[in-house]
């Protein structure tokens, strides 16, 4: 006896759990597909089938067969072109990277002639106002005249 209460507890067990997959993926559908329209499927494919019997029972063999197939190709295309972004991410990556080691130096070596550059204008502008100012000869406006020594 302890024998079949093990079995009808396993399977009362497996058709509690069978149930509740089945509640489950009813209600998963119910989201996705309302059940009046899923009713209305049922019932045009059920018509469809009883009055061409042997068209319908071609359409179900087809889809049968046809299904692991397709299922597979699609499977094939979309990891085939995960692994070409995944490569064509990994590809860019990698001339960027040798793209940055020549940036960085270039970089460097135009940034240090950008400072020279501004320090020789820098220069030799202080240096051009001192002369200027120390020059004996001035302007007002179109006229050229010799400085007095109190600058003015």
Request: aromatic share 14%; charged share 15%.
């Amino acid at each position: 006896m302890p024998a079949e209460d093990t079995r009808r507890s396993y399977g009362d067990a497996a058709h509690e759990t069978a149930s509740g997959f089945i509640a489950y993926a009813r209600n998963s559908v119910d989201r996705v597909v309302s059940p009046d329209s899923r009713e209305r499927a049922y019932k045009n494919t059920a018509s469809f089938a009883s009055d061409r019997p042997f068209l319908f029972s071609i359409i179900v063999f087809q889809l049968l067969f046809a299904f692991l197939p397709i299922l597979l190709f699609i499977t094939f295309s979309l990891s085939t072109v995960a692994f070409a972004l995944g490569a064509a991410v990994l590809f860019a990556l990698f001339w960027i990277g040798v793209a940055l080691m020549i940036l960085v130096p270039t970089l460097l070596v135009t940034s240090s002639i950008a400072v020279l550059a501004w320090a020789w204008a820098a220069t030799s502008f202080i240096v051009v106002r001192w002369l200027y100012e120390h020059a004996p000869i001035g302007n007002r406006g179109s006229e050229v005249v010799v400085k007095q020594e109190n600058g003015s």
